[in-house]
């Protein structure tokens, strides 16, 4: 079989890619999202890549308002001990913290992307949908960068196709992982076993308003080296 027989709309694919983001102001908080209409897009994104084949991850999906009350809370907990730099993430540079030159394109976006996770940790326990991706194994103490990159790298990827999926179906989502600050309470709350490692958390709900517009990004020529680390 080939593309000729089977061709690929290139322009559909990529408008899917270039406009899939956490979306969190933009989330239908009044409309529920059909049960079949997300296990069509999960069972796309099973497709994804897992170590060894193993197939080890599974997906917590909650739905019921109490359950999703008690995680905005414990997210609610987590972005005020992030936003005071209680965690070892501020300290990276990986942080909405960070400070850039003046003129940097991130600094001209960071207000917008703060009132976006704002209103998102305001309205979080109205979205009607809740996914934690999870994967077997606990693997945080291992020091080794292989280990933690097979593990990470067999949910990520799935959780990333997850997203895509809907988002082609015109349902929203965002990535967050702030709730990971209290993973065992979460776990607890709704059951997940000592021995899964919750991946993120991805509110899902309907996307409302019109279409999404490729993000404004650091030029390909400022990121990509070659051959050398620093050539251009």
Same mark, same amino acid.
């Given at each position: 079989?080939?593309?000729?027989?089977?061709? =690929?709309?290139?322009?559909?694919?990529?408008?899917?890619?270039?406009?899939?983001?956490?979306?969190?102001?933009?989330?239908?908080?009044?409309?529920?999202?059909?049960?079949?209409?997300?296990?069509?897009?999960?069972?796309?994104?099973?497709?994804?890549?897992?170590?060894?084949?193993?197939?080890?991850?599974?997906?917590?999906?909650?739905?019921?308002?109490?359950?999703?009350?008690?995680?905005?809370?414990?997210?609610?907990?987590?972005? +005020?001990?992030? =936003?005071?730099?209680?965690?070892?993430?501020?300290?990276?540079?990986?942080?909405?913290?960070?400070?850039?030159?003046?003129?940097?394109?991130?600094?001209?976006?960071?207000?917008?992307?703060?009132?976006?996770?704002?209103? %998102?940790?305001?309205?979080?326990?109205?979205?009607?949908?809740?996914?934690?991706?999870?994967?077997?194994?606990?693997?945080?103490?291992?020091?080794?960068?292989?280990?933690?990159?097979?593990?990470?790298?067999?949910?990520?990827?799935?959780?990333?196709?997850?997203?895509?999926?809907?988002?082609?179906?015109? =349902?929203?989502?965002?990535?967050?992982?702030?709730?990971? %600050?209290?993973?065992?309470?979460?776990?607890?709350?709704?059951?997940?076993?000592?021995?899964?490692?919750?991946?993120?958390?991805?509110?899902?709900?309907?996307?409302?308003?019109?279409?999404?517009?490729? +993000?404004?990004?650091?030029?390909?020529?400022?990121?990509?080296?070659?051959?050398?680390?620093?050539?251009?």
């Amino acid at each position: 079989m080939t593309d000729d027989i089977y061709p =690929i709309d290139l322009a559909s694919v990529d408008h899917v890619l270039k406009t899939t983001r956490s979306v969190r102001q933009r989330l239908d908080l009044g409309r529920e999202v059909p049960r079949e209409v997300f296990e069509e897009a999960l069972a796309i994104a099973l497709q994804a890549p897992t170590g060894a084949n193993t197939q080890t991850w599974r997906f917590m999906v909650v739905t019921d308002a109490t359950l999703r009350a008690s995680i905005a809370d414990y997210y609610r907990q987590g972005a +005020a001990r992030y =936003i005071d730099g209680e965690t070892p993430l501020t300290r990276t540079g990986v942080s909405a913290m960070r400070e850039f030159a003046p003129g940097d394109l991130r600094s001209s976006q960071r207000d917008g992307m703060l009132k976006s996770a704002g209103f %998102l940790m305001e309205h979080l326990h109205e979205v009607p949908m809740f996914v934690i991706p999870c994967i077997e194994s606990r693997f945080e103490h291992e020091a080794d960068v292989f280990t933690q990159a097979s593990m990470w790298g067999s949910i990520l990827p799935a959780t990333w196709s997850l997203m895509l999926a809907l988002r082609a179906r015109r =349902i929203a989502s965002s990535w967050t992982t702030l709730h990971l %600050l209290y993973e065992r309470e979460v776990a607890g709350l709704l059951g997940i076993p000592e021995d899964y490692t919750q991946a993120a958390l991805l509110p899902v709900a309907w996307l409302t308003g019109g279409d999404l517009r490729p +993000a404004r990004r650091l030029p390909l020529d400022t990121v990509t080296y070659w051959d050398r680390w620093g050539a251009r």
